[in-house]
C-alpha cells in the first residue's frame, strides 16, 4: 500500500489556506444569502453581530461599523431578510463567517417597519418636500425612459407616445426593476438619463407585481437618485394601489406605467381642439371690439352732422374769414414799412455814389490799365488817360508834366 507524505501545518496556516480556498471561489465573495435572523448584537463599537439560518443551517455573520450606519434599525430576531455580502474565515476563533455589506428585508413585516422609518429618515432630511418638486415641460421634444427593455411597461409608454404626441423622441435606458440588484441598477439609469443631452424629463415605470418584486423602489438609492436628477422624474410604478418611496421623491408620480405617459406627453388632439377653440374666442373678440368701433364711428358722425345743422360750420368759417383778413392787413403793412425803408437806405446810397458826385460837374481821371490818377506827378508827357463825366468817358494825351503843386496846410 502506498505511503502519503504528511504535510505539518500550524493553526495559523490551515485557516490562511482555508481563507485563501473561499477567497478563490468568486461566488462566496460575491454573494446574496436569505434566511431568519436567529440572534442579534448591536456592539458598542457600532459593529452588529448577528446570526442567519434556515430550516438545517446556520451562518454567522457581522455587520461592521461603516455599513452598519447605513441599515435602518429594523432588523429584529425572526425577520427574514437579504444578507449581500463575502465569506471569509475569521483566524482568531477558526470559523468562517459571512461579511456582510448590506441588508434589506425579505418579509412583509420586516419590509414594512423598514420603509417607515427610512421614510421617517428621508422625510426629515425634505427628499419628499413638496416644495422641491419641479414642475413638468409642457410639450417635452425628448424623454428618457428608465425600465427593462423587455416589459410590458415598455410597450405601454411607446404606444401612449405614438398615440398622444408622436413628434416627442424617447431614449430607453434599460434597468432591472426588479430583484436584489435592481436598486443599484435604476440608480445608476436615472444617473445617464438625467445626463443625456436633450432630455427635459425622465419616466421612471415598471409594471405590476407582488410587494416584494416592488421593494427595489423603497430602496435608499432609488430615492436620492431622483432628487439628484438634474431633470423632472415622473414615476409609474405598480398598480393603483401601490406607492413606493420613490413616488414621494419624484416630481410627480402616476399609479401606472400608461398613466405616467399620458402625464407626460401631451394630447395633440386636445391642443388641436384647444387652439381652435381659442380662435373662435380671438373671432368673437374681434367682431365685439369692431362692432364697438363701427357705433362709435356712428356717434361721433350723427354729432358732426347735428353741430353742422346748428351753424356751428358758419360760424367757424366767419372767424376763418375774420382772421385771413386781419392776416392780410398785416402783410401789408409790413410789406409797406419795408418799402419805406429800402427807399430811404437807396437815397442814402445815393448820395454816396461817384455817379451823384461826376452829375454836378466834377470828372474823374483813369490811366489805360483803368485805374484811377489820384496825382497828376504820376503821370508823364505823353501817357494816355481817360476821362470820366457823368454821361461817359473819352480819352486824351498827357502834354504837360505837372511843374507846381498846392501847398499843404501851413506851407506857402
Known sequence: MREFRKTLLTVSEVNARVEGLLGADSLLQNCVVRGEILELKRHTSGHVYFTVGDAGS????????????????????????????????????GTYQLYARRLIPAGSGAQARAKAELQERLAREGLFDPRHKRPLPPWPMRVALVTSPTGAAVRDVLKVSRKRCPACAILVVPAVVQGFEAPESVARALGIAGSASGVEVVLLVRGGGSRDDLAAFDDERIVRALRSCPVPVVTGVGHEVDQSLADFAADAACSTPSAAAERVFPDRHALLSQLALQRRHLCRSAERRLGGLE???????HRMTAAISRGALAEAETRLVRAFQELRGRMSQGIMRAEARLGGLAAALDVLSPLSVLSRGFISCEDEGGHPVVSGAALRRGDGVRLCFADGKIGAEVTEEMTSHVPGPGKE
Do not use: C, K, M, T
Not at 455599513?67 to 463575502?86: L, M
Not at 357705433?295 to 358722425?301: N, S
Open 58 to 93: 446556520r451562518l454567522a455573520a457581522v455587520l461592521f461599523r461603516g455599513d452598519a450606519v447605513h441599515v435602518p434599525q429594523w432588523p429584529q430576531v425572526g425577520d427574514e431578510v437579504f444578507v449581500e455580502g463575502r465569506i471569509g474565515v475569521y483566524a482568531a476563533r
Open 295 to 301: 357705433q362709435h364711428l356712428a356717434q361721433l358722425r
